[in-house]
C-alpha cells in the first residue's frame, strides 16, 4: 500500500499531520518487504500489515473530491496513477522480452504475452512488481467511493446513511473474500496454471477498500486537524497490542486475507488512529517533520521501486556480509533513498516528468491549495 505523492489524491490545503502520517505509512509499507518483516512472516509482519494498507486508503479519502465531476477527476487519477503504472511495467517488460531474446530463449513470444495479458489483469499475483498491484485498484476504488458518495448525497446529506452503507460495503467484502482464491479461467487459460487471486484490477476489492476511503472521507476534518493526546495514544496502543497479543488476525489484500471482521478491523483503526496521534505529535519537530513529510512527498516512486531495490541489495549484501540485520538495515535504507533519487532525477528532467508524473493539465481538476471543503 499511500502505496504516495501529493497528486494521487485531490488536494485542498498542506497539512503537515497528513504529510507526517503519510510517509510513516510509506516507511512501514518498505519495512513490511523487508527480510525483517517477511522471514517465516513474524509477529512485525502481522503488526504491519494489520493496518498499513487501511492506512493508505484512509488517506486517499481525506482528499477526495472531485468539484469538476467524475470524469475529469478519472482523467486526473488516469495521469497520476494508471500511467506510471503502465510505464513502468511495459518497460520492464520490454526489458525482459529482449534480454530473452538476447539470451537466445526460444519462450520469448509466450512469455510477452503472458506478461501483458498479466499487466492488463492488474493484480499482485499477475504483475512482475507486486506492490504495483495497488495503483490500478486505487484508481477504481476511488472512482467507485466518489460514485458511492454521490448517489447517497442525491437522496440525503445524514451521515449516519453513509456510515451504514460503508460498515455494510465492509461486511459484504470481508464475506466475500474468500471467493477470489481461485484463478479465474481467462487468466489461467493465457498465462497458463497459476494462482490468480482475485477480479482484474481488484475489482473484488473495492468493497472493503472503498469503506476505508470512505471514512476517511468523513473524519477528514477531524484528521487534518487533529491534536495530540496522550491518553488517547495510551488507548489505542492499548488496545492495539491487546488485540495482537490475544489474536493472531491481521489483513493482507493482495492475498485476500482479513482474518476477523471484528478484531482486523479494530486493528486497523486504532493502527490509523495511532498513527495519526504520532503524526500530529512529530509535526511540531521539524527534525522529524521535514524527513517525514518529504518521505511522505516521494511515496509513488518508493512504492514502484522499493521492493525491486530492497530486495537485490539484500541479496547482494548477504556476500559480503554475514550479519543479516545488519543487511536489512541498510537494504531498506538504500531502498527508500534511491526510489527518492529517482525521483528527484524524474521531477527535472521534462521526458520522465512526462512518463511518470501527473501531468499539469492532469491535475487542473483539483483544487488549489487553500480552497475550501467542496462535496463530491
Known sequence: MHIIPDRLFVMTTRNSTIDVAKGIGIFFVVLGHNWLSTHEKNELHTVIFSFHIPLFFFLAGIFLRAPDGILRFAIGRTSSLLKPYFVVLTALGVLKMLGAVLGGSGEAGMSATSYFIGLLYGTGDT???IAMWFLPHLFISLIA???ILR????????????????????????????DYHHPTAIAASVMGPGRFLGLPWGADLIPITS????FGYLLAEP??????????LF?????FVALHFCFDDTIDLNERVYDSAVVSTMEAATGIYITFSIASLLQNFPSFRKPLAYLGSGTLFILIFHD??????????????????????????WSITVSLILWKVAK???????LLLPTKDASRSEPRSGTSRSTV
Request: proline share 2%.
Open 211 to 214: 469503506s476505508f476511503i470512505i
Open 145 to 147: 467511493s466518489l460514485i
Open 151 to 178: 448517489a447517497i448525497e442525491a437522496y440525503t446529506n445524514n451521515k449516519v446513511w453513509i456510515v451504514s452503507v460503508a460498515l455494510m460495503l465492509l461486511g459484504v467484502g470481508i464475506g466475500s473474500i474468500d
Open 235 to 239: 488507548i489505542s496502543a492499548g488496545v
Open 348 to 354: 527535472r528532467q521534462r521526458f520522465l516528468a512526462r
Open 223 to 232: 484528521a487534518k486537524s487533529m491534536k495530540f493526546s496522550l491518553p488517547g
Open 127 to 129: 504483475i512482475e512488481w
Open 308 to 333: 525491486f531495490l530492497q530486495t537485490r541489495a539484500f541479496d547482494a549484501l548477504h556476500y559480503i556480509s554475514p550479519y543479516v540485520y545488519l543487511n536489512s538495515i541498510v537494504s531498506l535504507t
